[in-house]
């Protein structure tokens, strides 16, 4: 291995605060899983034959250059792609052993148990307490006892409780960008997804609330699988139990976390990380 290598992996391990995936704890239960996912848009052939797995209980982190396809990739995993005109989505995606990349597949049900936190903080303009509660009224759930302890559960889960308890009914545009960030993380998990998809949930946040999101991934991941866009190898590093490594289209290589920084096989990935390309 390089010395660029070395150098990168001692910046990793001497950092600030060192991975929180104490010996990686590899799960065997699959929650989700793709065969040979292609996805064009219009004669654009953006994401090539790529095959994963998603487990219980586990993060995974998707790397790789601007443009390489892993948020392409992500947005199929629930069948977001499905919004952009003249996007085309072949192959299998497996959730409870069945393929939900169907024409018939009911996007609303499935976005329940696939949930997804996107770049920006998107945060309905409506009050802290109706932003956890719409979509369970949507669902049927009326009864009030029922959706305050909704509430009160998804914000605690958000790691927000504290910080909001007493201005429920506040607009959360009131909110700083990191409980925003949170907020519409407490909103997905009211819906009690089996899988969280990350796209890229911290590049607008400060330091500070960047830990913080990464604390809050940690927490919520023990009976879900977790699936995180990120260009922050340092932390990819921190809280993923596997990595998967995307260029131009291609999913290039995937493991164990430790094996993917500490030992990769393909050139492209180790260019990638000691920062021969971006």
């Known amino acids: 291995m390089t010395n660029d290598t070395d150098q990168f992996l001692a910046s990793v391990e001497t950092s600030e605060r060192t991975p929180r995936v104490t010996g ?7 929650m989700l899983e793709t065969h040979d996912v292609n996805v064009y848009y219009g004669d654009n052939h953006a994401l090539h034959d790529t095959s994963l797995k998603f487990h219980t209980g586990e993060i995974t982190a998707l790397i790789g250059p601007s443009g390489c396809g892993k948020s392409t990739f992500l947005r199929s995993l629930n069948l977001m792609n499905r919004e952009i005109r003249g996007c085309r989505v072949t192959g299998e995606i497996i959730y409870r052993d069945h393929n939900i990349n169907t024409s018939t597949e009911n996007l609303y049900e499935l976005r329940k148990s696939i ?19 719409f979509a369970p009224k949507r669902h049927g759930l009326r009864d009030k ?23 429920l009914d506040e607009s959360a545009f009131a909110l700083s960008g990191g409980q925003q960030q949170r907020l519409c993380i407490a909103r ?26 990464e604390d809050l991934m940690l927490s919520i991941v023990e009976n879900r699988a977790i699936v995180i866009v990120t260009h922050n190898m340092e932390q990819a590093s921190r809280v993923s139990n596997r990595t998967a490594f995307f260029y131009m289209g291609d999913m ?4 164990e976390t430790d094996q993917i920084f500490q030992r990769p096989n393909d050139k492209r990935l180790n260019d990638y990380l000691t920062g021969m390309f971006s």
Not at 145 to 167: I, N, T
Not at 191 to 211: G, K, Q, Y
Request: one cysteine or more; proline letters at 6%; charged letters at 30%.
């Open 24 to 30: 990686r704890a590899i799960s065997n239960e699959v």
């Open 188 to 213: 997905t998990l009211a819906m009690r997804p089996d899988v969280i998809l990350f796209d890229e949930p911290c590049s607008a946040l400060d330091p500070i609330s960047t830990l913080a999101i």
């Open 115 to 133: 949930g997804m936190v996107f770049q920006q903080p998107n945060p309905f303009h409506k009050s802290i307490r109706e932003n956890i509660t």
């Open 252 to 255: 290039v290589e995937y493991g």
């Open 145 to 167: 006892d029922a959706l305050d302890e909704l509430v009160e559960e998804s914000l605690r889960g958000a790691a927000l409780w504290d910080e909001v308890k007493d201005k």
